[in-house]
């Protein structure tokens, strides 16, 4: 249930560690002197029994990923802004995926972050701390957001301020548009909208020169399917049930074709 006993002295050596691994535990909480591995570039505490982080965590000033997935955790402290080099953060199922909702605004230092992987946890608005203000940039280096299962209600205007993403999840939320800013979104290669209440694009988004996926269930998703797939080339449309559609009909017989080719 525990990393080492708080006081104990474990020399030099685990001074000098680079990467911890404890994922697949059974582990409640952890020392506060985990904060003393100053070396630490990479943590992962996934599939265990967390329910806080140690405010030292703020000393592990060269983590750069941290991994916390699947704990118990009901928020995060606000010292985890100051790890100002971490690249990937994954706080994805919390609980049943009821217990985190909302993330501090002292995050919004983590200006380096390219990965934030949110999923199946309880939020149903983007955190704040994802947008830049007068005096803190942000979190606008991010290229890979992922709030799927979540009971997102919608994407805010200022998405578009995180104009490095790439890959938007958002499948399987409520969602139940898309709004203009997206289609600003320059440097996007995929977005997953499959399993939300999203009935039409904006014309915009098929003017997007990275976009190289976008994810439905299925064509008849969408009410305006028909009018907007003449702007959308056939490889980037993905859908993860086959429907009712030409497009559905087409597919299968592609892959019908495949396989016979194949004996």
């Not at 505490?45 to 118990?72: G, I, Q």
């Not at 790439?166 to 909208?193: C, D, G, P």
Request: proline share 4%.
């Amino acid at each position: 249930h525990k990393i080492v006993d708080e006081g104990d002295d474990h020399g030099a050596y685990l001074r000098a560690i680079h990467t911890l691994v404890l994922s697949y535990n059974v582990i409640e909480r952890l020392p506060p002197d985990l904060g003393n591995i100053s070396t630490l570039t990479v943590l992962r505490l996934d599939h265990n029994r967390l329910e806080k982080l140690p405010r030292t965590v703020a000393a592990l000033e060269r983590m750069v990923e941290l991994d916390l997935s699947y704990n118990l955790l009901v928020e995060m402290p606000k010292e985890l802004g100051r790890l100002v080099l971490l690249l990937k953060l994954d706080l994805s199922a919390q609980g049943k995926g009821d217990l985190l909702e909302e993330l501090p605004e002292e995050m919004r230092g983590l200006w380096r972050l390219q990965e934030l992987r949110l999923s199946r946890n309880n939020f149903s608005l983007l955190p704040a701390c994802l947008y830049p203000t007068e005096k803190e940039a942000g979190m606008t280096s991010l290229r890979l957001l992922a709030m799927d299962c979540n009971p997102l209600r919608g994407i805010d205007e200022d998405i578009a301020l995180c104009a490095n993403l790439e890959k938007l999840y958002v499948h399987n939320t409520r969602i139940k548009k898309l709004n203009a800013s997206i289609t600003f979104m320059y440097k996007l290669q995929e977005l997953w909208i499959a399993d939300t209440r999203v009935r039409k694009l904006d014309p915009g988004i098929a003017k997007l020169p990275s976009l190289r996926k976008l994810v439905l269930n299925h064509e008849d998703q969408l009410d305006d399917f028909k009018s907007i797939r003449r702007f959308i080339t056939a490889d980037v449309w993905c859908f993860l049930s086959p429907g009712a559609g030409e497009i559905a009909f087409l597919s299968a017989e592609q892959k019908e074709k495949e396989r016979k080719e194949r004996q």
